[in-house]
């Protein structure tokens, strides 16, 4: 697994925490892996395919984490956390289950509290 496998697969699972992945968060996920990476269509297509077999097959956020841990620096993840609130909240309001999850995912990215909250914040203004 590869660094961009797990950032989809993080998006991905914040996407499907309400049971149902929205043709716009794929949007908003196909451009997150445009900003991060410089991805043909084609590639970003078999990434989120890829992301989303590993998604089925794990257990926990941490091997995503992991990786990411490994590789980005604090900016990097707090650039990510605010890319993961806007899948969150494209559809303009943010589920519960969205929310945990992008909790579990700062905590395992070691992102301060306030760091989120402010990402959070940051996201839901710009989106407004």
């Known amino acids: ?73 604090y900016e990097d993840k707090i650039k990510f956390i605010l890319s993961i609130f806007q899948v969150a909240f494209i559809d303009n309001k943010l589920h519960y289950l969205e929310e945990h999850i992008i909790k579990q995912i700062s905590n395992l990215l070691h992102v301060d509290h306030v760091d989120l909250i402010n990402a959070k914040l940051e996201i839901k203004k710009y989106l407004n």
């Open 1 to 73: 697994m590869n660094i961009q496998i797990s950032i989809t697969a993080l998006l991905l699972g914040v996407a499907k925490a309400d049971e149902k992945i929205e043709k716009h968060e794929l949007q908003i996920i196909t451009d997150v892996l445009t900003d991060f990476f410089d991805l043909s269509q084609n590639q970003i297509n078999s990434i989120i395919d890829e992301a989303m077999d590993e998604l089925k097959k794990s257990t926990d956020l941490y091997q995503f984490c992991k990786l990411i841990n490994e590789q980005f620096n």
